[in-house]
Every structure is written in C-alpha cells, then in structure tokens.
C-alpha cells in the first residue's frame, strides 16, 4: 500500500462526498472527478474500483 494511493483515495473520497448531493451538473461532475481519483488510489493500492454511481450509498 503506497501512501500516494492512500491519499488519492481520501482526497478522492472528500471530493466525491462534498458534490455527490448537489443537482447542478458542475457538482455532479466533481462527484465523478472525485470517484475517479479514488478509484485511482483504490488501483494503486491493489483494491477493486468502486462501479457504483456517486451519491447512491452503495459500498
């Protein structure tokens, strides 16, 4: 586990979690930029990407 994943995975995260509830299509945007960074750390790291829409809850 390298600490370059670690941290894009949480920056990823944060970003993801501050725009996944918004309606406008910028905030849906970041949620998804968010979703990608993480899933970049996540690959980094040896876990699986998250495949699920942002904002849906689902783990």
Do not use: W, Y
């Amino acid at each position: 586990m390298s600490i370059e994943g670690k941290a894009k995975e949480a920056a990823g995260f944060v970003k993801e979690e501050l725009n996944e509830h918004g309606k406008s299509p910028e905030s849906q945007k970041k949620a998804e930029e968010g979703r990608a960074l993480r899933n970049e750390g996540r690959v980094e790291d040896g876990k699986s990407p998250k495949t699920t829409e942002p904002g849906t809850g689902a783990k």
